[in-house]
Structures are given as C-alpha cells and as structure tokens.
C-alpha cells in the first residue's frame, strides 16, 4: 500500500525555521518526482517545491525561494523541506506528493498520483 507520511509541522514564530519530512512507501521512489503543496483554510492547494527524479533539479513557488530547500533521501525513501525565515502567510496544511513512475515535475496538484495526509505549519507574529 503507497503511503506518504508527513511530519515536522508545528507552531513557530515568525523569522524562525522548520523541518519538514515525507516518509514514502512507494515502488521506484527514486523514479518519482517529489514534491510539497500547501493550503491554507479558503484557499486552493498551492505548488510550494518539487524535486525531479532524473537530476535532482528543484523549483520552487517565488515566495519562498531563497527561503524554502527541497531536498531527498533516495536511500531512505525520504523527502524533506527546510523552511526558514517563515513568515505568517506560510501559515497552512503542507501535503507531500509524488508524480507517478518518471513523470517530471510539475506545479498541478491534479498531476500528483499520491498525497500524504498533512501537517499543519502555524506562523505566529
């Protein structure tokens, strides 16, 4: 059973920085683009990161760039995101995502075959 498990969210304050993790149960993981969305309440789910399976190239939401690093784990199955200097409008449910066997990357949620459940990152000011 595919499972992506999401952790590392929490409450910070504004400037401060934050880890978070996906632990993937998934075949040929490191064939699978990766990536982290966002929602926050009444909005649509945003694109935040993705890292491609091929060459490790990354993208990354213009808000957070020069903040944000995506980065994974092929051996441990694992994808991360290091978040710094945060602030209260990255405020949401971040969800990790997987593409499916050598899909590239993308920024549409609908493209994305599996989802973790969630982890709320609260941003105090």
């Known amino acids: 059973q595919v499972q992506l498990v999401e952790s590392g969210g929490g409450l910070v304050q504004a400037g401060g920085s934050q880890r978070l993790s996906c632990a993937a149960s998934?075949?040929?993981?490191?064939?699978?683009?990766m990536a982290w969305f966002r929602q926050a309440p009444g909005k649509e789910r945003e694109f935040v990161a993705a890292?491609?399976?091929?060459?490790?190239?990354?993208y990354y939401l213009d808000s957070v760039k020069g903040r944000f690093i995506i980065s994974r784990d092929n051996a441990k199955n694992t994808v991360s995101l290091q978040m710094n200097n945060l602030n209260p409008e990255d405020t949401a449910v971040y969800f990790c995502a997987a593409r499916g066997f050598m899909a590239p990357v993308s920024r549409r949620p609908a493209e994305y075959r599996n989802w973790g459940q969630g982890t709320q990152v609260t941003v105090s000011s």
């Open positions: 890292i491609s399976w091929n060459d490790d190239s990354t």
């Open positions: 998934l075949q040929s993981f490191s064939r699978r683009t």
